[in-house]
């Protein structure tokens, strides 16, 4: 941690030593967060991950209902026996139990497959879109000018007083109205 502290406020000094040297570099800050919550794909990926999750849900859901009735099926079988009907009532129970095993099983691993196709899809559906983005970031650093542009959004960045805060001009480059509400934090 100390390494990376240290590295930021290396990078920092050499930065704007670099900035004194050379007056004619500009600095600029936009918050990349607001930018892309701003961006109509962003919306579709999210309504297309819920759809998902909620189908993925149904699913897990279904399992653990018939997970339940095949338990409850046993517990009455189990209030069934008795030492007449003892071997036979026990073998039964035996064949349950493994069929609640393996259900068991089945959901947990129902899951686990169903949030690993989450993560997937959200990679799949958001990269597109951060790539988008970044390229606007650059196209309008580019035509303004900017030697640095630092994202707000980042954590990193502890203050900044000056530069250019060209959120907006990146969010008209994507189309979007720049009257956009910001997002919910």
């Known amino acids: ?100 095993q393996d259900l068991e099983k089945r959901i947990t691993d129902a899951r686990t497959k169903a949030q690993q196709e989450l993560e997937a899809k959200n990679a799949e559906l958001f990269n597109p879109i951060q790539v988008k983005a970044d390229n606007a970031i650059k196209a309008v650093s580019k035509e303004k000018g900017f030697a640095y542009v630092f994202d707000t959004a980042n954590q990193a960045l502890i203050y900044w007083d000056g530069g250019e805060d060209i959120t907006n001009a990146v969010k008209t480059k994507l189309g979007i109205s720049t009257t956009a509400a910001a997002p919910k934090k």
């Open 1 to 100: 941690m100390r390494k990376l502290i240290s590295a930021f406020f290396l990078a920092a000094g050499l930065l704007f030593t670099a900035n004194i040297a050379n007056a004619q570099q500009k600095l600029a800050h936009l918050n990349s967060a607001v930018i892309i919550e701003a961006m109509p794909e962003v919306k579709t990926a999210r309504g297309t991950l819920e759809t998902i999750q909620k189908a993925k849900q149904g699913e897990i859901e279904k399992m653990i209902t018939e997970y339940q009735s095949k338990l409850k099926a046993a517990q009455d079988k189990e209030k069934t026996m008795s030492e007449a009907n003892k071997e036979v009532v026990g073998k039964e129970l035996q064949t349950m139990g493994a069929e609640l």
